[in-house]
């Protein structure tokens, strides 16, 4: 199991940029396919972007395609999501998430296993 810490949220005008990091423990990070879901008040948790363990590989929701990059460090155990030119509907919780068996791509939130606790980020208009 892997233990997974997000930081990087905030408040941020529409049109700015962001980067999240989440920072796993252990030595098997590189195993771990990594993803971000968010949340916003009411919803469903929804997909946004994962990597394949290399890092080689990477898959967008339609939504934020173009605009966020999904990338991984397996030396520092980190996988970041920068965000640009962000929209006030980006508004959400953001979760880190991995799991050692899902594939990289389109995922529902129920194929991660270990989860972060989340970090709120908030565009203003």
């Known amino acids: 199991q892997v233990q997974l810490v997000e930081s990087g949220g905030g408040l941020v005008q529409a049109g700015g940029s962001l980067r999240l990091s989440c920072a796993a423990s252990?030595?098997?990070?590189?195993?771990?396919?990594m993803a971000w879901f968010r949340q916003a008040p009411g919803k469903e948790r929804e997909f946004v972007a994962s990597?394949?363990?290399?890092?080689?590989?990477?898959y967008y929701a339609d939504s934020v395609k173009g605009r966020f990059t999904i990338s991984r460090d397996n030396v520092k155990n980190t996988v970041y999501l920068q965000m640009n030119s962000l929209k006030p509907e980006d508004t959400a919780v953001y979760y880190c998430?991995?799991?050692?068996?899902?594939?990289?791509?389109?995922?529902?939130?129920?194929?991660?296993?270990?989860w972060g606790q989340g970090t709120q980020v908030t565009v203003s208009s």
């Open positions: 998430a991995a799991d050692p068996t899902t594939a990289w791509g389109p995922a529902r939130a129920n194929e991660y296993f270990n």
């Open positions: 252990g030595r098997t990070f590189s195993r771990y396919t």
């Open positions: 990597t394949s363990r290399s890092g080689t590989s990477t």
